[in-house]
């Protein structure tokens, strides 16, 4: 048995790839979708986006240990999130497809199915009940707002070199990126929080190595970088290259610390420890966890007894 979390050890690199490829392949597909409804040509962007999705796909089928055996991931969309996954991307790919042959409803219809890609590659690791820092229920807004991000961001670079028309750009692209980046910012804090109180201390404490640089390079720089680009017409196409990347690269990382290195086990709890006899119960104990998740952890109870035993019990004291 484990009596100190230690991280997981079945999801690997393929896997975060899986989630960082797809969700930022769906959150692009998204946003062609919403280019298409405004008539604004987007299909590089579905092409980049589905090919994404489709390279993460691949990621997760060559982590699986049987390969030949990954049809079996369809047989439980009732209740499996990883199955409806596969399901929608059964759904996406050849939408997707269509929408780059040219077929605007074709994209707009792949950006919905791409949403409940993103939201159920979310529900995977919230489902996955005994890692503690993935079954919080900011998991899902965090995952999907990073999805959506990188999906904004691979849009403007597309956009900035010229492969997908400019449309209302460049306010239009300015207010979006704007958008997204506050909705990831808060969705971390918001998970942060979560964690510090309902997940392992190594969970908690590689996501706090890792905040300063993903605040940072992931957030302020790019902002930094998008202003200048905005006072500065002549470079802005080169900028705007940079700050999607600085988001795109960064929201990558964060799956890849999510995914390999904060998923600790739960590891051993002891709700509180035994009393002898009437009187309180003793303080619970649970290693490697922090000292602010006491909240996690059931307060000492008083242990009843009847009567009887109780007589018991002073007869022997006597």
Not at 275 to 299: H, I, T, V
Request: glycine share 12%; aromatic share 8%.
């Amino acid at each position: 048995m484990n009596v100190v979390p230690k991280p997981q050890a079945y999801w690997d690199t393929r896997a975060a790839g899986n989630f960082a490829l797809g969700g930022a392949g769906s959150g692009l597909i998204a946003f062609a979708g919403v280019a298409a409804s405004l008539g604004i040509a987007a299909h590089a962007a579905t092409l980049a986006g589905a090919t994404l999705v489709a390279a993460g796909l691949v990621l997760v089928w060559l982590e699986i240990g049987r390969p030949a055996r990954f049809l079996n991931v369809f047989r439980n969309p009732r209740t499996s999130w990883m199955s409806r996954e596969a399901w929608a991307a059964v759904l996406l790919l050849p939408l997707a497809a269509a929408g780059a042959a040219g077929s605007a409803p074709a994209t707009i219809a792949a950006a919905l199915v791409a949403v409940v890609f993103l939201y159920s590659q979310a529900r995977i690791l919230e489902s996955a009940r005994g890692i503690p820092a993935w079954r919080q229920a900011a998991t899902v807004p965090l995952v999907v707002v990073a999805g959506a991000t990188e999906g904004c961001a691979l849009f403007v670079i597309l956009s900035a070199i010229g492969v997908v028309a400019s449309g209302p750009w460049p306010a239009a692209g300015y207010a979006a990126v704007a958008t997204v980046l506050v909705a990831r910012c808060v969705a971390w804090r918001s998970w942060m929080v979560r964690l510090e109180t309902h997940a392992p201390g190594g969970s908690s404490a590689v996501m706090k190595r890792f905040e300063p640089a993903f605040l940072a390079g992931g957030h302020v720089l790019p902002a930094v970088v998008a202003g200048v680009a905005w006072f500065v017409p002549s470079i802005s196409d080169d900028l705007l290259v940079l700050a999607g990347l600085l988001v795109v690269l960064s929201g990558w990382a964060l799956k890849l610390r999510l995914v390999v290195s904060a998923g600790h086990t739960q590891g051993f709890a002891l709700a509180h420890a035994p009393a002898r006899g009437g009187g309180l119960a003793g303080p619970g104990a649970r290693p490697g966890w922090n000292p602010a998740s006491g909240g996690d952890r059931p307060a000492p109870e008083r242990i009843e007894q009847p009567e009887a035993d109780n007589a018991i019990v002073r007869r022997e004291r006597t």
